[in-house]
């Protein structure tokens, strides 16, 4: 079951890295929808690239920004692990890395059951919508809580340039995290 999932975030990552690569500016339509975000100009810098495919769809530009998001959160799971793998040697930093390991990787997992979620929705209005975007926004909430709780935990027990380090990675990954959760709420259009 993991590998068509596997298969699908693969081709969406493919056709959304084609989409990206061929560069255009925002559109009206992305900015006005950036502009519900807390983070407008980082919503702007990562989602511009989508504006061709987004095609003025809110639901569209909701999966986009998931994408991101998991793709961020991802990187932040893997570049917090690479820290926990040196770390192990220092006993009172160790704790709170592999915590922050575990925080990242369950955000990853709520992005993307967010986003799997997403994709049963149907259409605005439909039956199960209210259901489906619910249960979206329940799971991109559950990512920043993840994202979080890392940064709480990474206290004085973690030196403070790994802590820095950790912190930089994770902050990003909780803003584009907070903008899909925006997104996903404009698309909800209040059910």
Same mark, same amino acid.
């Given at each position: 079951?993991?590998?068509?999932?596997?298969?699908?975030?693969? !081709?969406?990552?493919?056709? &959304?890295?084609? %989409? @990206?690569?061929?560069?255009?500016?925002? +559109?009206? =339509?992305?900015?006005?929808? *950036?502009?519900?975000?807390?983070?407008?100009?980082?919503?702007?810098?990562?989602?511009?690239?989508?504006?061709?495919?987004?095609?003025?769809?809110?639901?569209? !530009?909701?999966?986009?920004? &998931?994408?991101? %998001? @998991?793709?961020?959160?991802?990187?932040? +799971?893997? =570049?917090?692990?690479?820290? *926990?793998?040196?770390?192990?040697?220092?006993?009172?930093?160790?704790?709170?890395?592999?915590?922050?390991?575990?925080?990242?990787?369950?955000?990853?997992?709520? !992005?993307?059951?967010?986003?799997?979620?997403?994709?049963?929705?149907?259409?605005?209005?439909?039956?199960? =919508?209210?259901?489906?975007?619910?249960?979206?926004?329940?799971?991109?909430?559950?990512?920043?809580?993840?994202?979080?709780?890392?940064?709480?935990?990474?206290?004085?027990?973690?030196?403070?340039?790994?802590?820095?380090?950790?912190?930089?990675?994770?902050?990003?990954?909780?803003?584009?995290?907070?903008?899909?959760?925006?997104?996903?709420?404009?698309?909800?259009?209040?059910?």
């Amino acid at each position: 079951m993991a590998k068509p999932q596997l298969t699908i975030a693969t !081709l969406l990552s493919l056709s &959304l890295l084609i %989409s @990206a690569t061929t560069s255009s500016p925002p +559109s009206d =339509f992305i900015r006005s929808s *950036c502009r519900v975000t807390r983070y407008p100009d980082l919503c702007l810098q990562s989602l511009s690239s989508f504006s061709p495919a987004a095609q003025h769809n809110p639901l569209e !530009l909701a999966r986009f920004a &998931l994408t991101v %998001s @998991a793709d961020h959160a991802r990187s932040a +799971s893997t =570049f917090v692990g690479q820290i *926990c793998d040196k770390s192990s040697a220092h006993s009172h930093s160790g704790g709170p890395v592999r915590d922050c390991l575990e925080n990242m990787a369950d955000s990853v997992d709520h !992005l993307r059951q967010a986003a799997k979620e997403l994709g049963r929705t149907g259409r605005t209005g439909s039956a199960g =919508f209210k259901f489906h975007m619910s249960n979206v926004q329940t799971w991109c909430s559950a990512a920043l809580t993840d994202e979080n709780t890392c940064l709480d935990g990474l206290g004085k027990h973690v030196e403070p340039e790994t802590r820095s380090a950790i912190r930089k990675k994770v902050v990003d990954v909780a803003q584009v995290t907070s903008n899909a959760l925006a997104l996903v709420n404009r698309a909800s259009g209040g059910y």
